[in-house]
């Protein structure tokens, strides 16, 4: 399974954007990123996933480099509830999710 | 909708007791999974339903644990005998069909003394 190498913290601006880093040299071709967050102690929420394209939603913007080694989450306008842990995951062979450190965000205000 | 739920949310027990955790996943939802994160670590894939099949269990500690999804409905994870490095939080996640988005539940925090 492909691995994931992220920041391990981050501080950011309430009110700007936040730009998250996350490297994945080895992914496979047909293997999609997905990004979660972790607020305090509670469940890990889905945030977005992508494959080769740029994604948005309502949370969030994925940027996928097109050699697809890299992404960027983007979180256009801050706030301090985002302050959480944020994990960049590659999906592995038989579906499961393998969490790393992530990055820690803390919006400042 | 409803979203994953897990119960209780909070178990407090001895080394050696039983203790059963519940997930009751999207209404829907055929896939079913559950990860723990134990003190310090990071979380960690337990095993994934596919209805009341077991799919991967690839993760499952040891024989101490059994997960259980009769009716392909919710879900029990049974540890018996608890041991102290059993405590963390365990949580359940979702998804409509298998390689789809998982949605977490809110976990369950287990203490074992």
């Known amino acids: 399974d492909a691995k994931t190498t992220q920041p391990p913290s981050m501080d950011c601006a309430e009110g700007r954007a936040a730009n998250l880093p996350?490297?994945?040299?080895?992914?496979?071709?047909?293997?999609?990123?997905?990004?979660?967050?972790?607020?305090?102690?509670?469940?890990?929420?889905?945030?977005?996933?992508?494959?080769?394209?740029?994604?948005?939603?309502e949370m969030a913007s994925l940027i996928i480099t097109e050699d697809r080694k890299s992404s960027t989450l983007i979180l256009p306008h801050a706030t301090l509830r985002d302050t959480a842990v944020y994990y960049c995951i590659v999906e592995g062979s038989n579906y499961k999710l393998t969490f790393g450190k992530g990055t820690l965000l803390t919006v400042n205000p | 909708e409803a979203g994953v739920t897990q119960f209780p949310s909070h178990s407090v027990i001895e080394k050696g007791q039983t203790v059963t955790l519940r997930c009751d996943p999207i209404s829907g939802h055929d896939n079913l999974y559950w990860y723990r994160r134990v003190m310090g670590k990071?979380?960690?894939?337990?095993?994934?339903?596919?209805?009341?099949?077991?799919?991967?269990?690839?993760?499952?500690?040891?024989?101490?644990?059994?997960?259980?999804?009769t009716g392909g409905t919710y879900s029990t994870l049974k540890v018996q005998p608890a041991e102290l490095e059993d405590s963390g939080v365990y949580f359940c996640a979702s998804s409509p069909g298998t390689g789809e988005t998982q949605y977490f539940g809110p976990g369950t925090r287990l203490l074992v003394l």
């Open chain 1, 22 to 57: 996350c490297n994945h040299s080895t992914i496979s071709g047909n293997e999609y990123v997905y990004w979660y967050r972790q607020i305090h102690s509670q469940g890990p929420q889905y945030i977005i996933h992508g494959l080769k394209n740029n994604e948005t939603n």
């Open chain 2, 42 to 69: 990071e979380i960690k894939f337990l095993l994934h339903f596919v209805k009341e099949s077991k799919q991967d269990e690839s993760g499952m500690p040891n024989n101490r644990f059994l997960a259980e999804r």
